[in-house]
């Protein structure tokens, strides 16, 4: 069975790279140089490429819509993802709750056009995030979801088909999942 029809999707802060942790709650990093890539991730990402996920980063940026970040800064922060990892695209939300948009997790539309534009079976994929936004766009979507979990102090997500402590202790169960095989 081709696993093409598969997605992992991820999380970027706290999954991909180090959130800024502040009382208790994740930031993103704010500079370039600021962007730390987790130990593991790229080892993580190789074996799930190999395979035959599609891996793509979806992720909340507020900032943006909030006037605390520039657009051009996140670009060159994915820009320099996509060189150094095995990633096959970066999804942003550039807006806040009050643009009511449908991309901006929990909403599940990163996910949902991702996959209609890709075939994808979000049945057959994963999404891997470390806060209740991304459990409940992954449950929302169909996905399977992952939890890493920081303990953060805000509210808990509903409960994750998996808890880990970093990607790469996720990567052995994505690959046992058994396969659907419905593209969509
Ligand atoms: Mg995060
Ligand atoms: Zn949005």
Not at 7 to 12: G, K, S, T
Not at 59 to 65: K, R
């Amino acid at each position: 069975m081709p696993q093409n029809h598969r997605a992992v999707f991820l999380d970027r802060d706290g999954v991909i790279n180090r959130a800024t942790v502040r009382d208790g709650r994740p930031y993103p990093p704010e500079h370039i140089a600021e962007l730390e890539i987790l130990p593991g991730v790229p080892g993580a990402l190789a074996r799930l490429r190999a395979a035959g996920f599609r891996l793509i980063v979806v992720t909340n940026q507020p900032d943006v819509a909030r006037g605390t970040q520039r657009r051009e800064v996140i670009d060159a922060m994915h820009a320099h993802l996509m060189a150094v990892l095995p990633l096959d695209e970066i999804r942003v939300c550039p807006h806040d709750d009050a643009d009511q948009c449908g991309c901006r997790k929990p909403r599940p539309g990163l996910l949902e056009d991702a996959a209609s534009e890709a075939g994808l079976c979000l049945a057959d994929s994963v999404m891997v995030g470390d806060r209740w936004r991304d459990i409940e766009a992954g449950r929302l979507a169909g996905c399977r979801t992952v939890l890493v979990d920081y303990g953060y102090a805000e509210q808990a997500p509903a409960p994750p088909d998996l808890v880990v402590r970093s990607l790469a202790e996720a990567v052995d169960w994505i690959l046992q999942l058994p396969v659907t095989g419905h593209p969509r």
